[in-house]
């Protein structure tokens, strides 16, 4: 009975051992080389034959459809190849993009919120100032030109060169309405210290009689975004020198009145020897807000301490005036500005209420 199953299994063994035998790959054969051609045949094309190009065929020259063989290439051990030049191997390489804000134009700008405090290098400005008040039918007016000898210095030349009042206003004369000549004239320096802060010192000159005074300023303007600025304190002190403080314009209507009209009022003072105002202290502030690219809009807010004093004294100066005005300013041209306001000289004071128009222009 053992001896049947170990037979059975053995001849189990033995076929599974020729199966596997038999599926073993078997050597490659070594090869054999190919018989001789036979001299003349196809394989072994003749001398002269058509698939030799006889001399000076389109093959021979070099200028065939691919039959001779190319020569080997110029740069074969990849001397000349430059890994860090990816267009020298034929393959387009784009620019990386960038998030980079585009550069912004440079020159004066048209818009009033982005100018800076002082002109630029080589560039000039006049301007003219109209200005009245309803209630003494008072109209005052004034030439200011400027010059940027480089972008941070700046020279400047004002005139009040007139007013129209009620002579009543001044002591001692009648009542009529005349036109005075200016008589008010003065020169200044400005300093730009930094992008948003400037320094001013300007002497300003009454000619008959002759009065001096010393006007300090420190212009500043922040640009907060593109269409909002906000400054301020561009007239910061009048200080009398000489006789009495000399004043070009309207910041805020005072005691002695307005621009011109304050200079004809001291100067009476002063032919009588009556008592002079040491000077004024003058906080101001403006917003500007750039509607559109060639129009603004634009507050202004100034407080003046007149004789550097809360109360008027016995000299008959003195008190805090408060002015409010608003407008517009549309640029006509690149060089060329008018604007207008409205508003009071003296929130105290009704009668202060009046318009003013300026035309600027730069060359």
Avoid: W
Wanted: with cysteine; charged share 20%.
């Amino acid at each position: 009975m053992h001896l049947r199953r170990l037979i059975s299994v053995l001849s189990v063994g033995a076929v599974v051992v020729s199966g596997v035998v038999a599926a073993a790959p078997k050597k490659a054969d070594k090869k054999k080389k190919p018989p001789a051609a036979a001299k003349g045949s196809a394989e072994t094309p003749a001398t002269g034959s058509a698939a030799t190009p006889p001399a000076g065929s389109a093959a021979g020259s070099g200028s065939g459809s691919g039959s001779a063989e190319e020569g080997p290439p110029k740069d074969i051990e990849g001397r000349e190849e430059n890994p860090d030049n990816p267009k020298a191997t034929g393959m387009e390489v784009e620019e990386p993009p960038t998030n980079a804000p585009p550069p912004k134009p440079t020159g004066y700008p048209i818009e009033l919120a982005q100018r800076p405090i002082t002109l630029l290098k080589g560039m000039g400005e006049v301007s003219i100032s109209p200005h009245t008040e309803f209630s003494d039918f008072l109209f005052v007016d004034r030439l200011r030109a400027r010059y940027g000898i480089t972008s941070e210095i700046q020279v400047g030349l004002t005139y009040a060169y007139g007013a129209l009042y009620n002579e009543e206003l001044i002591m001692g004369m009648t009542k009529a309405y005349d036109f005075h000549a200016g008589k008010a004239v003065g020169l200044d320096v400005q300093y730009l210290i930094t992008k948003f802060l400037a320094v001013k010192v300007g002497v300003p000159i009454y000619v008959d009689p002759v009065a001096v005074s010393l006007q300090l300023g420190a212009p500043m303007k922040f640009h907060i975004t593109d269409k909002f600025a906000i400054g301020g304190l561009d007239d910061l002190l009048n200080i009398k020198l000489s006789k009495f403080p000399v004043e070009y314009e309207c910041i805020a209507y005072g005691t002695a009145g307005c621009g011109e009209l304050d200079n004809a009022k001291a100067a009476q003072q002063e032919g009588v020897g009556g008592t002079q105002s040491r000077g004024d202290l003058n906080i101001t502030a403006y917003g500007i807000y750039q509607l559109q690219t060639q129009l603004a809009l634009y507050g202004r807010l100034a407080i003046r301490f007149e004789d550097f004093s809360q109360n008027r004294g016995t000299s008959g100066y003195g008190g805090i005036f408060t002015a409010l005005r608003a407008g517009a300013e549309y640029a006509v041209m690149k060089f060329l500005d008018i604007g207008g306001d409205i508003g009071f000289d003296s929130l105290s004071k009704a009668g202060s209420f009046g318009i003013g128009l300026h035309v600027v222009g730069r060359i």
